[in-house]
């Protein structure tokens, strides 16, 4: 199975791209995996939210092949704990899936038409972070998750 991590725009931050480089790096021992940064809408103050959403929404979905599953990162959607979302990724990959992408939107989320397509939504946490952070967040989770389905000490129970 491939893992792809899509998100809108590069990261600011030399010591977060650093980071999330490394567990990049890291989960190549385990999967495939590759983070795809998309370029950030141009003139967006001239844009309403919804059109943003829309522009942002449809860069995304260029990505996505039709037999691709696509779990978006969303305030609304599921919390796990770290175990059960290395549990949750087994299944995905016991499976079959050959492409399992994880979306990380803009500033204002996703349109409808992104929701629709998408088989699942996860919610990292009820607070709020940056999407500079969140970056390092989801990609720190997918390693945690590996290391857990592989019993090695990075995570402690």
Request: proline share 3%; hydrophobic share 40%.
């Amino acid at each position: 199975m491939n893992i792809q991590v899509i998100a809108i725009g590069k990261t600011d931050s030399k010591a977060l791209a650093l980071l999330i480089s490394e567990y990049a790096k890291r989960l190549g021992h385990y999967v495939n995996f590759e983070m795809l940064w998309l370029p950030d809408i141009k003139n967006t103050k001239a844009l309403s939210e919804k059109n943003q959403k829309l522009q942002e929404s449809q860069l995304i979905l260029k990505k996505v092949k039709p037999s691709d599953h696509l779990i978006l990162f969303d305030e609304k959607g599921k919390t796990y704990s770290s175990v059960d979302f290395s549990e949750h990724l087994q299944k995905r990959m016991n499976s079959g899936l050959k492409q399992l992408i994880f979306v990380i939107g803009g500033p204002y989320g996703f349109d409808e038409s992104l929701y629709q397509r998408a088989q699942e939504k996860i919610s990292l946490s009820k607070m709020t972070f940056s999407h500079q952070m969140v970056r390092l967040l989801v990609v720190e989770q997918i390693y945690r998750a590996f290391t857990i389905l592989r019993n090695e000490p990075y995570h402690h129970r």
